[in-house]
Structure formats: structure tokens, C-alpha cells
T-cell receptor, first 111, second 113 residues
Framework: RKEVEQDPGPFNVPEGATVAFNCTYS??????FFWYRQDCRKEPKLLMS???SGNEDGRFTAQLNRASQYISLLIRDSKLSDSATYLC????????????FGSGTRLQVQP | NAGVMQNPRHLVRRRGQEARLRCSPM?????VYWYRQLPEEGLKFMVY????????ESGMPKERFSAEFPKEGPSILRIQQVVRGDSAAYFC???????????FGPGTRLLVL
């Protein structure tokens, strides 16, 4: 079983739609959680950290459910510029200080 | 404040040659991480370094790969005797403190002919 699992997509949605991505992680010792965004042939860029209480940044809302080991990202009012691959990222605290990446979910927002 | 710098951005090598990839962390960051992304796959951790020390190299292939982060100068990821399977994007990230948010460089795309 992969340490971080995501639906690869692609998700094809029209502009203005609301879209939700899910991610599960296998290691209950995981400490920190993030969503990164990666455009084609570019580096990953931090979109937002994910906290147990849930957090919102403009059109983006992230949720964490530690009991179910589940992370979500909700994008409201999708823009064309949101088209990218969204990476679920977990920092597993077993002494390693590195990030474990999911394979990503591809989003294509269409006009 | 310049971000994480990597060079070269593109590198072409023939099988058996050596590849040297350089990474300069963000100013004030002393933690450097290298990741590899194979085509159509997610990023995989390779190695974590602090100045002059390798902290965790659990993701590094046992042979041909090495990394360093000297007291002065950039971090270097070195691949000896490259093979076609080494073709990938190699990303470097840095953070100010361990466990802090990691910021990524633009990557080096290695192509082995």
C-alpha cells in the first residue's frame, strides 16, 4: 500500500465549478500535512498547510481527519489558472525529515 | 530574496558519464533536500543534508549516487556512470529549520542518451 494515495484524475471541470480532491495516508505517525500545486514541467509550490481544525485560504479549503487518515482540498469557483496537478504531501515523523508525496491529482478547468 | 536556485536547468549526458547537479538554498536556509521525479510519477525523497552533514540518505540508490553540502557553496548531487533510467527531474528543496515548510527549486532535468 502506498504511504500517500490520491485519485490521479484527471478531473475535467467547467470554470466556476467546485471540485474536491481526497487523499489518504497510511502512517498514523504522520505529523504535518500539505497541499502543493505543480504545473506542467515546473517545481511543486506550496498551496497550503492542512490543520486538524481545517483551514481556508480564499477559494481553497483544506480539511484533515486524523481518525480516518484522510485529507481533502476543496476549490470553489474554479478558474482556468487552477489547472495543474495537486499533490497531497505528508511529513511522517519517524525521525526522517522529508516529505512523502502522493502521485498527484490532475485538474483541468475548461472554459 | 532569491528562491532556491538549481543549475543546470537541463543536462544531457551519455551513458557512463557523470552528472553533477547543484542547488543553492534560499538565503538563511541550512536544510537541503533532494527529490527525484520520474516521468509521470510523484516526487520521491532521496537525501536530506545540513551544512557538511548527511542527515538522511535512505532514499538514495546504494551505488553511483552521492550528495554533499559543503560549508561554502551549493549542495551537489552527483551521479556517476549514468544510465538511461537516471533520466528524470531532480528537485532540490530547502527549509530554514528542520520540519519547517520546504521550498522547491526549479529542478534539473537530466536526460541520459
Amino acid at each position: 500500500r502506498k504511504e500517500v494515495e490520491q485519485d490521479p484524475g484527471p478531473f475535467n471541470v467547467p470554470e466556476g465549478a467546485t471540485v474536491a480532491f481526497n487523499c489518504t495516508y497510511s502512517n498514523s505517525a504522520s505529523q504535518s500535512f500539505f497541499w502543493y500545486r505543480q504545473d506542467c514541467r515546473k517545481e511543486p509550490k506550496l498551496l497550503m498547510s492542512v490543520y486538524s481544525s481545517g483551514n481556508e485560504d480564499g477559494r481553497f479549503t483544506a480539511q484533515l481527519n486524523r481518525a480516518s487518515q484522510y485529507i481533502s482540498l476543496l476549490i470553489r469557483d474554479s478558474k482556468l489558472s487552477d489547472s495543474a496537478t495537486y499533490l497531497c504531501v505528508v511529513n511522517i515523523n519517524t525521525g526522517r525529515r522529508a516529505l512523502t508525496f502522493g502521485s498527484g491529482t490532475r485538474l483541468q478547468v475548461q472554459p | 530574496n532569491a528562491g532556491v536556485m538549481q543549475n543546470p536547468r537541463h543536462l544531457v549526458r551519455r551513458r557512463g558519464q557523470e552528472a553533477r547537479l547543484r542547488c543553492s538554498p534560499m538565503k538563511g536556509h541550512s536544510h537541503v533536500y533532494w527529490y527525484r521525479q520520474l516521468p509521470e510519477e510523484g516526487l520521491k525523497f532521496m537525501v536530506y543534508l545540513q551544512k557538511e552533514n548527511i542527515i538522511d540518505e535512505s532514499g538514495m540508490p546504494k551505488e553511483r549516487f552521492s550528495a554533499e553540502f559543503p560549508k561554502e557553496g551549493p549542495s551537489i548531487l552527483r551521479i556517476q556512470q549514468v544510465v538511461r533510467g537516471d533520466s528524470a527531474a531532480y528537485f532540490c528543496a530547502s527549509s530554514e529549520l528542520a520540519w519547517e515548510t520546504q521550498y522547491f527549486g526549479p529542478g534539473t532535468r537530466l536526460l541520459v542518451l
